[in-house]
């Protein structure tokens, strides 16, 4: 249980006492500094400590949001502060030589934890101060200002501010204004109930499992009842992060099981929708597959492009500038974010499609809508690049080179080759290799040598894009490229393998590598690293795998190229979901909570 310790003489008829025990405390009593310091000594070591003031005046909320989110070691609002067990050293380090006199008679100096964050900040560690909005944290100086800062208290709903926090800030059209309406309430609903975030992320999953299996089905009611239960597990897939916002409830397994079963929810759907199609006589995998590849590269160049610049020096740009002006234009922004195509609009364009149409129509609309909105996005980013005066950081040439997932091959050759090219030579010679290989594969026939030609120019490419940190203005894109390169082989090698089973294959083959991908980059936003590089050995690295089925898909018959790209995918499955599921339980993993991805 963690400790709250109340400092200086206790106020009649205050509620603090009271809230910080409805917040989960244990709370203690300290007259004086050597009092606090001595409570902080005898506490739990590896537990969280809270000071306190006793005339702390405010919202139970305020300090909830001060005193009791996971994802900052320490933080503080006005007449508050706390440390978890990793910051308790710095806590304590800000508490020696501290006196009771304040050393003034402003509340900011007055009050001791204030004079303690103060004592961080001058020592240069990291304080979180939330964004209070109208919540009241205050420590009044003497009766009147009390009295005011209660009034002010009673003068805010509470409530109302917790469930508007509980909503994203910046979020697409049909979630802010067809779904967060209602689902915050919901949210509440599952907060008073006890429920957890990670409990409604696990009925979000098993609501779209569900949807999928409808869709299987192949019959008009399965497919109305698919469209519909993938709007319910929308609904609980807002909700989920909304309930963590709306009661601060984070964790490394919310964070883990956030950021991959919206992907795995999607994709899981598309082979719903596959199957179903199967069982009406429609082929429609290679669609299926396309789908959740074109998906899964607009979302690398999101996670690329903001890893690349979210710490670039001198950031400046002539089309962001625009941007900005544009965002000022409430309808603009609107449009804009609708354009993108985002979770919201998507599955809702999914689910109608699927209960009025077929399988087939779905995809294409899909498909055609997601093209479009990856063009947009895309070429709006390559011009801030290229006209953006910036200086990449070693932390953003680290992220793009751990989110190339270059393997041994490319590895090894990049060492030998030194330097690497300038400039733009780098994204260029990721795409055309790219470009090659993929090229070779789906115009050739199967069985044939030309695809792993193309196979070894691209492993020769790739070690050249990589062979320097990618610090370019363009460098962003060879993630992305790798990407399209890789996923784009293995559906044209299945594809032209033409016998049953090879693009179901394929699917699960993809569906494996991405979740790899997908788990590195959200191991580089907790500022944990990217995964082990055994397991990047062990899976052959990006250009390993490609040159790998290449020469599969020459040695073998089509039939056995299905059970060889099968056997490969269960290998893989296995060893990065053991690896994330080891890390994302292990003490080490970052408290965070994925905001989420408008696209």
């Not at 801030?384 to 992220?399: E, M, V």
Request: net charge neutral; with cysteine; hydrophobic share 50%.
């Amino acid at each position: 249980m963690p400790t709250a310790i109340v400092t200086g003489q206790p106020v009649p008829g205050s509620s603090l006492e009271g809230d910080l025990r409805s917040l989960g405390f244990d709370v203690r009593m300290a007259a004086d500094t050597a009092e606090a310091r001595n409570l902080i000594a005898a506490a739990p070591a590896d537990g969280r400590v809270a000071l306190v003031d006793a005339r702390f005046v405010g919202h139970p909320h305020a300090l909830r949001l001060g005193l009791t989110d996971p994802r900052f070691p320490l933080a503080a609002v006005p007449g508050a502060v706390t440390a978890q067990g990793t910051a308790r050293q710095a806590l304590s380090r800000a508490l020696e030589g501290q006196d009771e006199t304040g050393g003034g008679t402003a509340v900011a100096v007055d009050s001791l934890p204030d004079r303690l964050v103060t004592a961080l900040d001058a020592d240069g560690t990291p304080v979180h101060r939330p964004e209070l909005g109208s919540l009241v944290a205050a420590v009044p100086a003497d009766p009147q200002a009390r009295n005011e800062a209660r009034q002010a208290v009673l003068a805010v709903d509470e409530e109302d501010v917790r469930l508007k926090s509980a909503v994203k800030s910046r979020d697409g059209f049909f979630t802010t204004f067809c779904i967060s309406p209602y689902s915050r309430y919901l949210a509440r609903w599952c907060a008073r109930r006890g429920l957890t975030p990670n409990q409604v992320t696990t009925a979000s999953l098993l609501t779209a499992l569900i949807a999928a299996g409808c869709a299987a089905t192949g019959t008009r009611p399965g497919f109305i009842a698919a469209g519909v239960l993938l709007i319910a597990s929308f609904v609980l897939d807002c909700t989920d992060g909304q309930l963590a916002r709306y009661s601060l409830q984070y964790s490394t397994l919310g964070a883990w099981l956030d950021a991959t079963f919206d992907r795995a929810k999607e994709y899981a759907y598309y082979a719903g929708l596959a199957l179903g199609a199967a069982r009406g006589g429609d082929d429609v995998w290679a669609l299926a597959l396309g789908a959740m590849i074109l998906q899964t590269c607009r979302h690398v160049v999101d996670f690329s492009f903001n890893e690349a610049n979210h710490d670039a020096t001198a950031n400046t740009s002539p089309t962001a500038a625009l941007s900005d002006k544009l965002d000022s234009v409430g309808w603009t922004v609107w449009v804009r974010r609708m354009i993108v195509l985002p979770i919201g609009e998507r599955w809702a364009m999914i689910a109608v499609l699927t209960a009025v149409t077929t399988p087939r129509i779905t995809f294409y609309v899909l498909l055609i809508g997601c093209a479009l909105a990856a063009a947009y996005t895309t070429a709006g980013r390559v011009l801030r690049s290229l006209t953006r005066k910036a200086r990449r950081t070693d932390r953003a040439a680290r992220a793009l080179a751990d989110l190339a997932d270059t393997g041994p091959l490319a590895g090894a050759l990049a060492r030998v080759l030194g330097r690497g090219l300038p400039g733009l030579a780098v994204p260029a010679a990721a795409f055309l290799g790219g470009a090659a290989v993929v090229a070779c594969s789906a115009l050739t026939g199967f069985g044939g040598w030309l695809p792993v030609v193309g196979a070894v120019v691209y492993v020769l490419t790739s070690a050249l894009a990589t062979a320097r940190p990618l610090k370019g203005s363009l460098d962003w894109l060879v993630p992305p490229f790798f990407r399209a390169a890789e996923y784009g082989t293995v559906l044209a090698l299945a594809a032209r393998a033409d016998v049953h089973g090879a693009l179901p294959a394929a699917f699960g083959l993809v569906a494996a590598v991405a979740y790899h991908h997908y788990d590195t980059v959200y191991r580089i936003r907790g500022d944990a690293g990217a995964p082990p590089a055994w397991l990047v050995r062990a899976i052959g690295g990006q250009e390993g795998r490609t040159l790998l089925v290449t020469v599969l898909a020459a040695l073998l018959t089509a039939s056995q190229l299905t059970v060889a790209l099968t056997v490969i995918a269960v290998c893989v499955a296995l060893l990065v979901l053991v690896e994330s599921i080891r890390f994302w339980v292990s003490a080490g993993a970052p408290a965070v909570h994925d905001e989420g991805e408008t696209a």
